[in-house]
């Protein structure tokens, strides 16, 4: 990425406050450096307009210089929906009509850690819940954490204190791989007594974020992040909430997204535990005991996640068909637009590719999206 | 009743280790008095000689005068299936085909207690679990037993240690009415430590039984009495129950007969609530916190189950519907036949009557047998 499109890039990652879904319209239709301009000038075409009313505020104040000097101070990066390290089809469903109006996809994301993005949200389980967790969350947050790194999986949550902070360190102490997702810019500490847990997540693990640096922790932005950590998650596990809690919002994004959700029992006596039995009695959540259950929510079928499996499966098959097969998700279906975007096949070569794999056994189509078949 | 048919009953109701369908199907053809002939003098009808086999070590022994003289001067009372005090529609469901080959219906009841079996029955939740109950679950079945009595509901329980003694104890406490199934006796205080609480049952509620005078608990009669208490309650509320736990068998008898089942939660670290969380997670139990949840899953339309409310539904209606309508359940539905049974109306008049009911609305036929429409 030559360094105009790269500050065209942190422009456009810090001229709306995220999600913004007209601007990647925008993006997508001009590429990024004519998108900067025509949002620098004003100018946009008319079929974006909607991008002038987001981008109104910040269009004249260009931070894609000091922000980009931050990121290569702290060994970060700025992950495009171009990059090779793009999760693009964890992120796909974030893009679907009926939760972009409330969410959207992120058009960038800062990181920083030894993971690829992909990697982290490949086979990964989300534990989160209250911050002021008591001792019975804290205690199974961290036996879980520790049990699902061991198994090879990856544990996905907020940064927090309480029940994230528990499952963070449980997945470090055990040598595991674990991701923070902040709801402020990669930059800053937040919450400033997890300054030394960040700094170690992001030297073994991955944190990542859809802010620009400098970018404070702010209410709306812990709502916003939360669609993250439930898109990036094969499944999300309430371990610990009380009535009113953020985990009761990733739990919700993890509903409209379509990603399995779980929760811990607790005493019905428990205020902590109010939140995550009635997701249960609700029938909202699967009850989940331990990481083996996490696990089979996450896999329901047993399926590995690992791609190295999944390659397995379509060896000596056409390049297009190849290029289609992996670009479908374990779980859940994509369109034939989709599956063109993600794979980088034309449509109409995608097409001709599904009814290859359609006769193969390898694809179901019957659900009015594609999917794999088991 | 007369003194011959009271000790055919009696004899009848000791000769078979229950439950013995063959023995019910034997004294429905006979009557008692014939059907007690028939067994101490070995000559049964061919198409009972089923009965032979489960009555031939008992046969000659007739216990009868003793065991009504024991229980008339406890103050308890014989209730047989032609008793105005049969609880008849609750335990048809022991009748079914599906379910009589592994239970069975009682032939009769052994009861002592203010409370008429139909009244323990119409309207009530079973509170079990296990006898080495945590203090969290006494605490729960404690609180759960008395706002059910509260809002006017029956605890029915197993009189044992842990769970079982918490329900009742809390529902005596709070003025209300409780039950008590037992798998020995009605003269037997079993377990010892709880003579003075069953003492009190029976004083004010109902304790009911099976067997015979003298009978003593066993392994096998605990197996054959939980399915009692699942008969008799409108849904059952696992409190708390460790991985292997006389309340799973209990709760089986709920799914096996069409009882709703709830379970209350508990910690993942707790091993008096595995068998409870387990239930929830197997989708077999609802996760239930409170009475208000326990109500809800007994009458989960909010129809009251009181008998007044049914009557208010039925007036002005022709004799043969009424009693066609009174005879069916609050929940499921029952067969011609059964209606018949219940309602003593014969079978071409239940015909008629439901053909009229149905046109008004009020009896659903399509689900293959006949139900109150709500």
Redesign the interface.
């Known amino acids: 990425m030559n360094d105009d499109v790269r500050r065209a890039w942190a422009y456009l990652a810090a001229v709306a406050e995220p999600p913004c879904t007209p601007l990647i319209g925008l993006v997508d239709d001009l590429g990024p450096v004519e998108a900067a301009n025509a949002i620098r000038s004003r100018s946009v075409p008319s079929a974006h307009r909607g991008v002038l009313r987001h981008t109104e505020a910040r269009a004249a104040t260009d931070t894609s210089g000091p922000d980009l000097d931050t990121c290569d101070r702290l060994g970060a990066r700025l992950v495009t929906r171009d990059d090779p390290d793009w999760p693009a089809w964890q992120l796909l469903s974030l893009d679907r009509a009926s939760t972009a109006a409330r969410g959207g996809a992120p058009l960038a994301l800062w990181a920083r850690g030894p993971v690829p993005l992909p990697a982290v949200a490949e086979r990964s389980v989300a534990l989160v819940g209250s911050r002021a967790a008591s001792s019975?969350g804290d205690?199974?947050a961290g036996m879980m954490a520790g049990d699902l790194v061991a198994d090879g999986w990856t544990v996905v949550s907020g940064g927090a204190y309480g029940i994230d902070g528990a499952a963070h360190r449980s997945a470090l102490a055990a040598g595991g791989r674990t991701a923070a997702v902040l709801a402020c810019g990669i930059d800053r500490d937040y919450p400033a007594g997890h300054a030394q847990l960040l700094r170690e997540i992001g030297e073994r693990g991955a944190v990542l974020t859809e802010y620009p640096p400098g970018t404070t922790a702010a209410k709306h932005r812990f709502l916003t992040r939360n669609r993250l950590v439930a898109a990036l998650s094969s499944a999300v596990v309430v371990v610990e909430a009380g009535r009113r809690s953020g985990a009761a919002n990733t739990a919700a994004w993890a509903k409209r997204i379509g990603r399995p959700l779980g929760a811990?029992?607790?005493?019905?006596?428990s205020a902590t535990?109010v939140g995550a039995?009635?997701m249960?009695?609700d029938g909202d959540a699967?009850?989940?005991?331990?990481a083996a259950?996490a696990v089979a929510l996450a896999a329901p079928d047993g399926h590995d996640l690992k791609p190295e499996s999944r390659s397995t499966a379509i060896d000596g098959l056409p390049r297009d068909q190849t290029l289609v097969l992996e670009a479908l998700p374990a779980r859940g279906g994509l369109t034939v637009d989709e599956i063109a975007l993600v794979s980088g096949v034309r449509v109409a070569d995608v097409l001709r590719a599904l009814a290859g794999l359609d006769l193969a056994g390898l694809v179901d189509g019957s659900q009015g999206t594609w999917q794999l078949v088991r």
């Open positions: 019975y205690y199974v811990v029992p607790g005493a019905v006596t535990s039995n009635a249960i009695a699967v009850l989940v005991v331990d259950a």
